[in-house]
T-cell receptor, first 115, second 114 residues
Framework: AQTVTQSQPEMSVQEAETVTLSCTYDTSENNYYLFWYKQPPSRQMILVIRQEAYKQQNATENRFSVNFQKAAKSFSLKISDSQLGDTAMYFC????????????FGKGTHLIIQP | NAGVTQTPKFRILKIGQSMTLQCTQD?????MYWYRQDPGMGLKLIYY???????DKGEVPNGYNVSRSTTEDFPLRLELAAPSQTSVYFC?????????????FGSGTRLTVV
């Protein structure tokens, strides 16, 4: 079974700073996908960024980028120029290449952006 | 395009009561999922379906049942509600998760069992 570990329960940074959220995972599969989801107080789950395991290039979406280290099974999220609206829970999630059996989530990191 | 719609948004149940959480998607996705989120935790998979007429258990299926008679609908049934089922429930769908398509989530149902 796959596991996803987020070791930072909570982080707090000043607005405009850069912050990195950590995620490690364990799997025996070679083909899989990794995701970061944002959950603001509205509790809606919002996809931030997605990474395909067979792609070596790190995914980037505007201010959000990942550092994907396949051998180390590490998938960290970097948020540049952080904004107050980035305050939320962030979940790292994994799905195997088959994908039918859904996502495995970490416990989340509560990110607080201070003004 | 409504995406994934969950009803109700909030519900309070008494111990032993039953209820059905509704989930509908209008994106013609074959894959649908039910998750629960307990305080301070990530989402855990309850049941999933890869198409109409096909369902399978996830990590925490006890106390729940599902059916999938159409592509659009994937209701979750709680029988004999217990306080341990107090949680936020999310429905999600995907077009082709094995090809890297993302998952679309509903806005959740907050259920309290007293």
């Amino acid at each position: 079974a796959q596991t996803v570990t987020q070791s930072q329960p909570e982080m707090s940074v000043q607005e405009a700073e850069t912050v990195t959220l950590s995620c490690t995972y364990d799997t025996s599969e070679n083909n899989y996908y990794l995701f970061w989801y944002k959950q603001p107080p509205s509790r809606q789950m919002i996809l931030v960024i997605r990474q395909e395991a067979y792609k070596q290039q790190n995914a980037t979406e505007n201010r959000f980028s990942v550092n994907f280290q396949k051998a180390a099974k590490s998938f960290s999220l970097k948020i540049s120029d952080s904004q107050l609206g980035d305050t939320a829970m962030y979940f790292c999630a994994f799905t195997s290449g088959g994908g039918a059996d859904g996502l495995t989530f970490g416990k989340g990191t509560h990110l607080i952006i201070q003004p | 395009n409504a995406g994934v719609t969950q009803t109700p948004k909030f519900r309070i149940l008494k111990i032993g009561q039953s209820m059905t959480l509704q989930c509908t998607q209008d994106m013609n996705h074959n894959y649908m999922y039910w998750y629960r989120q307990d305080p301070g935790m990530g989402l855990k998979l309850i049941y999933y379906s890869v198409g109409a007429g096909i369902t399978d258990k996830g990590e925490v299926p006890n106390g729940y049942n599902v059916s999938r008679s159409t592509t659009e609908d994937f209701p979750l049934r709680l029988e004999l509600a217990a306080p341990s089922q107090t949680s936020v429930y999310f429905c999600a769908s995907s077009f082709a998760p094995g090809q890297g398509y993302g998952y679309t989530f509903g806005s959740g149902t907050r259920l309290t069992v007293v």
